[in-house]
């Protein structure tokens, strides 16, 4: 069963920028599709990015597109979430999912991916 585990959250003010982490405790996410999805309180889960296998496609919200960017280290143990221009409505519980050989597309559903991270919250106020 692959674990996963967010790390980065935290409290910035509008404007600014974080960095997510997603880290595989014992297995390279290299064949592993790696979805981020956040929840505000009261809301759906909402699909921020997905991250394709190899040279796949990558997908990002409405919402966030511009300002985001995903990323996989080069030991392909760990995929990033950078996250600038925050905005107040960016707060939420974020979480990072996993499925094995997954392509991204406009599509994505929370529901298409089996393994998922504990959350990290964001909260973006001054």
């Known amino acids: 069963q692959l674990q996963l585990v967010e790390s980065g959250g935290g409290l910035v003010q509008p404007g600014g920028s974080l960095v997510l982490s997603c880290a595989a405790s014992e297995f390279s996410l290299k064949h592993y599709a790696i979805g981020w999805f956040r929840q505000a309180p009261g809301k759906e889960r909402e699909a921020v990015s997905c991250i394709s296998v190899g040279n796949g496609p990558t997908y990002y919200g409405g919402s966030v597109k511009g300002r985001f960017a995903t990323s996989r280290d080069n030991a392909e143990r760990t995929v990033f979430l950078q996250m600038n221009s925050l905005k107040p409505d960016d707060t939420a519980v974020y979480y990072c999912?996993?499925?094995?050989?997954?392509?991204?597309?406009?599509?994505?559903?929370?529901?298409?991916?089996?393994?998922w991270g504990q959350g990290t919250q964001v909260t973006v106020s001054s």
């Open positions: 999912a996993a499925e094995w050989d997954y392509t991204c597309s406009d599509d994505v559903m929370s529901s298409d991916f089996g393994s």
